[in-house]
């Protein structure tokens, strides 16, 4: 689907001036008649007015030889009789060759009539339910608005799908709140799991399953709301520090799974990571056990930097988790 949008803004590229496929000369009369979205049939106005200029190329598509768009420019020739007519081609399915009838008529030459815009929306949607309202709003030049209405009253005869494809040639499902609250779920119970086998898990997107994963973060870190009634807390040893470290035996898994990844353990850059993550366990679980060692008149001091090393860890994890979601949108 991505590949049929990218190919109307091809053909539309090419109709304002952009480049051009390569232009061949054929027999006008092997070609099929296009599949029109003109209601009213060919102007024969418009085909005389034609026929007094030089015939620019008709779009063709070439396993069928049907034309694409140019039916009026086909006539012109015709009526000068004409044998050879200038034709570029265009590859793909033949489902395909309505829809790129349609932007093609829609971007230039005689214009399409809102009657005409909305019949040709209704075929696509019958045809193609999975695009999108604004996918089909671009094609036909009509607005999303009028897409939607027209999707409303044709429901009998427009497929059900679970998906949309939007302008950008991505996929979305419709029930997207439902699959977000999964992977949620799921998150919640493997927190070590990769942004794959999230996405995987809810049928999301790996960008999607990022930008959940940082939601989580940043909501972990907010402070939680005070206890109504609560009595006020006084500066220095009545003072809580942050909540701990995962437990030992989680970071350990993370660590083994890390140290099993092929492009960790086979590079250099790789296995000092791993040195180096592994000599941050040890410094976490003695850190706990030297917590009853603190004096009460210094544990504000070392709660603060212990606050401190971990707002630099968050950072570093936020900005890691920044680069992996415009890796993964590139």
């Not at 539309?12 to 009213?40: T, Y």
């Amino acid at each position: 689907m991505r590949d049929l949008l990218e190919a109307t803004d091809r053909d539309l590229d090419a109709m304002s001036g952009g480049e051009c496929p390569e232009v061949h000369m054929v027999p006008s009369a092997s070609l099929v008649a296009a599949d029109s979205p003109r209601l009213g049939g060919l102007s024969r106005e418009h085909v005389e007015v034609l026929a007094q200029r030089d015939i620019e190329p008709v779009l063709v598509h070439r396993d069928t030889l049907r034309v694409v768009d140019g039916m009026h420019r086909l006539q012109a020739a015709r009526l000068r009789g004409e044998k050879m007519i200038p034709v570029r081609f265009l590859d793909g399915p033949a489902s395909e060759v309505f829809i790129h009838s349609v932007a093609a008529n829609v971007s230039h030459g005689l214009p399409l009539t809102l009657k005409d815009r909305k019949a040709a929306a209704g075929r696509i949607l019958t045809s193609h339910p999975d695009l999108s309202d604004r996918a089909i709003a671009r094609i036909t030049g009509l607005s999303p608005k009028t897409v939607s209405a027209v999707r409303r009253t044709s429901t009998e005869d427009v497929p059900r799908t679970e998906v949309r494809v939007g302008v950008d040639g991505r996929a979305r499902p419709l029930d997207a709140a439902r699959r977000r609250e999964v992977a949620v779920a799921f998150l919640a119970e493997h927190p070590g799991a990769t942004l794959s086998e999230v996405a995987a898990s809810a049928g999301v997107s790996v960008s999607t399953a990022c930008e959940i994963r940082q939601r989580i973060r940043r909501d972990e870190q907010a402070p939680p709301p005070p206890r109504p009634g609560a009595a006020r807390e006084t500066k220095g040893c009545n003072r809580t520090g942050p909540a701990g470290p995962p437990p030992g035996d989680l970071r350990e898994q993370r660590i083994e799974t890390l140290a099993k990844d092929p492009s960790l353990r086979f590079t250099e850059s790789g296995r000092a990571l791993l040195r180096w993550l592994n000599k941050r366990a040890p410094d976490l679980e003695a850190g706990q056990q030297l917590m009853a060692a603190v004096p009460v008149h210094c544990a504000v001091a070392v709660a603060d930097l212990a606050n401190s090393y971990a707002r630099e860890w968050q950072r570093f994890a936020s900005d890691l988790d920044r680069a992996l979601g415009d890796m993964v949108e590139h």
